[in-house]
């Protein structure tokens, strides 16, 4: 008897399953004429996500893309994060996405990120907002005024930071570099100095962060349901920065001050569409790359110098060089020389193809487009994979391996290579990120030897080193 309850409910499990796949594939299957990609949209509901998040956690991340690559191409369909989607390794079409506006793809993420960041977010806005503010935080970012507040900010953080370091316990390079990025970016951004209220927004962004590339699905004592606690603590960041709003408002009259940050050039244009609480729901976003990508690509830069001998060895001479040039000259650094050592740059921008802080964008199509012989259909997702197309044999020769001289003679502008992102999109502190991690280079290999202990990189949720990277540093005597 026991046995035919079970064969019953057994039976009547595989049925819903069964019918639950069918309603699904008739919801999002197009019309005969359309040319799909070739592909699969997994178990029904679930699709591939588990696969894709399995593959996400393992060394080789992109080992979900490549196989598939191999059996359907470099354009494919799968059903990843509650969504049927076409995935795309394929450069060319990657760039067609980037570049699309709105009335073709708006950005589409997992919810756990929507819910997190809010409908304002820059990242989820759309049309003449986001061209509006984009706009304007990408030309201040660009501005000279801009950089050289950020190359002395970044000097005064990195010496407060390195003479407190010791040669007699480990430096912990990842927690260095976000104690120091966080900060200069939120003085770019709201000009706030050091103290609680700078501690009180690092606390709220390590719990906040956690949350955004979570699994859709709000289940207790998850990582999601943990952060959505921490959408009160968001309410307080914002609290924060309406209240500094209110103190600016007061001062007239405005419109003639000389922005000193971010939210000075936003409260200067007369757009009515940019409302307070819309600024102060940005600026709270707007740190994250201060807490999570900014901080990765210097903690990776040292972790691929400390395992290429040759590289930082050349790195190290081109900087001592310069530092030795300018002390003769009595000159200070500014942020122009930083940027002005070849070497250096190509070892931000091969940190840049082969750690890929940023894996990938994901976009929604409102209406069918087709791309290559491609046809994406209306209310169907795009993930622009950059990770597989950066590591591509194709592309770059010996991907997997860190080489910075390959970029002596590659143009960084190619369509293969978009660690930003791309189009309207672009990330507008692209610049700031390589000027941070210019001059956090240069005074660490002219102020110190070291050798990294064991350590790996973590590429899921978020890249990030598993132990932190721990180096053991001795100063150098000839350039303190």
């Known amino acids: 008897m026991d046995n035919s309850w079970i064969l019953l409910w057994t039976a009547i499990l595989l049925s819903t399953i069964i019918l639950l796949y069918r309603i699904n594939r ?281 395992d290429c001998p040759a590289a930082l060895l050349q790195l190290t001479e081109e900087n001592i060089k310069l530092k030795s040039l300018k002390d003769q000259r009595g000159e200070t650094m500014s942020w122009s020389d930083y940027l002005s050592l070849p070497f250096t740059q190509t070892v931000i921008t091969e940190t840049l193809r082969l750690g890929n802080v940023i894996i990938g964008v994901m976009r929604k199509a409102m209406k069918d487009v087709e791309i290559k012989g491609h046809r994406i259909p209306k209310g169907w997702c795009v993930f622009a994979y950059f990770r597989s197309v950066h590591l591509d044999e194709t592309q770059y020769d010996w991907p997997y391996q860190f080489n910075p001289w390959r970029w002596q003679d590659k143009d960084t502008r190619s369509c293969s290579f978009t660690p930003f992102g791309g189009g309207q999109r672009l990330c507008p502190g692209l610049d700031l990120a390589r000027l941070e991690t210019s001059i956090f280079l240069h005074h660490f290999v002219t102020r110190f030897r070291w050798m990294a202990e064991d350590d790996s990189i973590v590429n899921f949720p978020t890249v990030r080193m598993k132990k932190r990277m721990p180096v053991w540093v001795k100063r150098r005597r000839d350039h303190s």
């Not at 806005?125 to 984009?134: A, T």
């Not at 100095?193 to 207790?220: A, C, H, T, Y």
């Not at 309406?242 to 000389?258: A, D, G, W, Y």
């Open 26 to 306: 008739s919801r999002i299957r197009p019309s005969p004429s359309s040319s799909l990609p070739l592909g699969t949209l997994g178990w029904p509901l679930i699709g591939e996500t588990l696969e894709f998040i399995s593959c996400a956690y393992s060394d080789r991340p992109e080992s979900f893309m490549d196989r598939r690559c191999r059996m359907y191409g470099k354009v494919f369909k799968s059903h990843i994060f509650g969504s049927p989607t076409i995935v795309s390794i394929d450069a060319e079409v990657s760039k067609f996405v980037l570049q699309s506006d709105s009335k073709a793809f708006v950005p589409s993420y997992p919810k756990s990120l929507t819910e997190l960041m809010g409908k304002s977010s820059i990242l989820l806005i759309n049309g003449s907002l986001q061209r509006r503010v984009h706009g304007l935080i990408g030309a201040f970012f660009k501005s000279p005024l801009m950089k050289d507040q950020i190359a002395r900010e970044m000097e005064n953080y990195i010496h407060i930071s390195m003479a407190s370091w010791r040669d007699d316990r480990p430096i912990f390079i990842q927690d260095e570099a976000k104690n120091i990025a966080f900060q200069v970016l939120v003085k770019a951004l709201i000009s706030l100095d050091p103290g609680e209220e700078m501690e009180f927004l690092r606390k709220q962004f390590q719990e906040f962060i956690s949350g955004l590339m979570s699994l859709p699905v709000n289940i207790p004592g998850t990582r999601l349901h943990k952060s959505l606690q921490w959408l009160q603590a968001k309410k307080k960041m914002v609290k924060l920065v309406e209240k500094i709003i209110k103190e600016r408002r007061n001062i007239k009259p405005f419109s003639s001050k000389v922005p000193g940050d971010v939210l000075d050039v936003l409260l200067n244009d007369t757009s009515e569409l940019l409302t307070d609480t819309l600024i102060s729901d940005n600026m709270i976003d707007l740190m994250i790359p201060g807490e999570d990508s900014v901080p990765v690509l210097m903690t990776l830069a040292v972790k691929y110098l400390s």
